[in-house]
């Protein structure tokens, strides 16, 4: 057999990842590592809520007390965040799969539940960042306000207080943003580490199961 005559016969086959561990088990597996995602998720979910509600307690006792604004705006910032994973969590509760195929209905809920989950953790910052970040800034506003009225003081004069002031607030506002970017990648590494990668195996499981549906159809074809 010539070159030529190998080479055609190579590409007239038709190579094709199988499934050659046994759906049970696989089903298993999958089942358990979907019910150690999901614990992990509600109680990730329990914490924040209980704290967002918390502090949301706690900021209220400010306007009530100083009727300063921006303890109210840090307030309704955490019951928003609150507010938003509780909607999301009844919203996804109500999703099921549509397969009937035991097998692909867990793969395909447990893409589903990933794949959401790196929609929430990429847009972080617009659903849980930046509701805390107005109520944050307009706190070091009033307070950045506060020393400037004590810099004008008669005894602040002329002792470099209105320094120490800029030095303050640039402070503050320095370790406000790291926090603020901190979270925001540690969300971000976590995407990249733990659940795409995930998603990259449930995806291949996909494939293989639907390419060896193929290959029993074309066989009993």
Not at 71 to 77: D, E, K, R, S
Not at 133 to 151: D, K
């Amino acid at each position: 057999m010539s070159f030529e005559e190998l080479q055609k016969a190579w590409q007239s086959q038709s190579v094709r990842p199988r499934l050659n561990i046994d759906a049970n088990v696989l089903l298993r597996e999958i089942r358990h590592n979907e019910q150690n995602f999901d614990r992990l998720i509600f109680w990730r979910d329990f914490r924040e809520i209980g704290i967002a509600f918390v502090m949301a307690g706690v900021f209220l006792a400010g306007p009530m007390a100083d009727r300063s604004w921006s303890f109210l705006l840090l307030a309704l910032g955490c019951l928003w965040v609150a507010g938003f994973m509780l909607v999301d969590r009844w919203r996804q509760r109500k999703k099921q799969p549509v397969s009937n195929d035991p097998l692909r209905a867990c793969i395909e809920a447990s893409l589903q539940k990933i794949d959401h989950q790196i929609t929430l953790l990429r847009n972080i910052f617009w659903w849980y960042l930046l509701p805390l970040q107005f109520g944050f800034a307009t706190l070091i506003v009033s307070f950045f306000g506060e020393l400037e009225l004590m810099a004008r003081q008669p005894e602040n004069i002329g002792r470099n207080f209105r320094l120490v002031t800029f030095g303050i607030t640039a402070l503050v506002v320095l370790v406000w943003v790291l926090v603020f970017w901190g979270v925001y990648r540690l969300n971000q590494f976590a995407v990249r580490k733990h659940l795409e990668p995930r998603r990259e195996e449930l995806n291949s499981l996909l494939v293989s199961l639907n390419l060896d549906e193929d290959s029993k159809h074309e066989s009993t074809s």
